[in-house]
């Protein structure tokens, strides 16, 4: 864990040095947005009702058992990328590192991904970070992106669609905390709207179009 590593030098015997694949200046960097994570991040979503688990599981992520690289051939315009849901491979791309991002975009890309790290969808990690990181390096989600929201999230009746933290109103563009009632072992739990996030409802609310695709 920690900050992934190549090896420089050596021969096919061995030998060589394990180099950091992130130069010193993104390691700072880095190391600074999960300060900001522990002194702002993390309090924002435990001051949220309802996201104790969500805060529980941020306060539970660092440099000893998250993977952090720095670029990859998947970046392609992204900020960040984390290997899957759940996952604890975090990468981030040019976009979020010095000198092309400020310590705003290193920030708010360690606090999306790390909802990522945390099972959220984008749905969870976009409303979290418009949220949480308002005037700090966030900025509104595109209209392709928020196409992506509708195929990833689940069909929660009501003109509702839930992610895995948060609930979303298409037609609105409201972002809810993802309230949970009652389910047992042969029935789903109901789920409804809890405390209302503080997003761009302009920007979350679904365009038509897309070309009918799944994407
Ligand atoms: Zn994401």
């Known amino acids: 864990?920690?900050?992934?590593?190549?090896?420089?030098?050596?021969?096919?015997?061995?030998?060589?040095?394990?180099?950091?694949?992130?130069?010193?200046?993104?390691?700072?960097?880095?190391?600074?947005?999960?300060?900001?994570?522990?002194?702002?991040?993390?309090?924002?979503?435990?001051?949220?009702?309802?996201?104790g688990?969500?805060?529980t599981c941020l306060a539970g992520k660092n440099e000893r058992n998250i993977n952090l690289d720095c670029r990859s051939s998947d970046c392609n315009g992204a900020f960040g990328?984390?290997?899957?849901?759940?996952?604890?491979?975090?990468?981030?791309?040019?976009?979020?590192?010095?000198?092309?991002g400020i310590?705003?975009?290193?920030?708010?890309?360690?606090?999306?991904e790390f909802i990522h790290t945390c099972d959220g969808m984008e749905?969870?990690?976009?409303?979290?970070?418009?949220?949480?990181y308002a005037g700090h390096g966030t900025f509104d989600p595109g209209v392709e992106t928020v196409r992506g929201f509708e195929s990833e999230t689940d069909d929660a009746g009501n003109n509702l669609r839930a992610g895995r933290w948060v609930v979303w109103e298409p037609d609105t563009g409201r972002v809810f905390v993802k309230v949970e009632t009652?389910?047992?072992?042969n029935s789903s739990p109901t789920i409804s709207r809890g405390v209302e996030l503080n997003v761009n409802n302009a920007a979350y609310i679904l365009q038509p179009g897309g070309g009918g695709g799944w994407i």
């Open 123 to 132: 749905l969870d990690a976009w409303a979290m970070e418009n949220h949480c």
């Open 81 to 100: 990328i984390t290997n899957h849901r759940g996952g604890s491979d975090v990468t981030f791309c040019d976009p979020a590192l010095p000198p092309n």
């Open 182 to 185: 009652g389910g047992s072992w």
């Open 53 to 55: 688990a969500l805060a």
């Open 1 to 51: 864990m920690s900050f992934e590593t190549h090896t420089e030098g050596g021969s096919w015997t061995g030998g060589g040095t394990e180099v950091p694949n992130c130069s010193s200046a993104e390691i700072d960097a880095i190391r600074a947005a999960l300060r900001f994570l522990v002194d702002s991040g993390q309090p924002c979503v435990a001051g949220v009702a309802g996201l």
């Open 103 to 112: 310590q705003a975009d290193t920030d708010v890309t360690l606090f999306h």
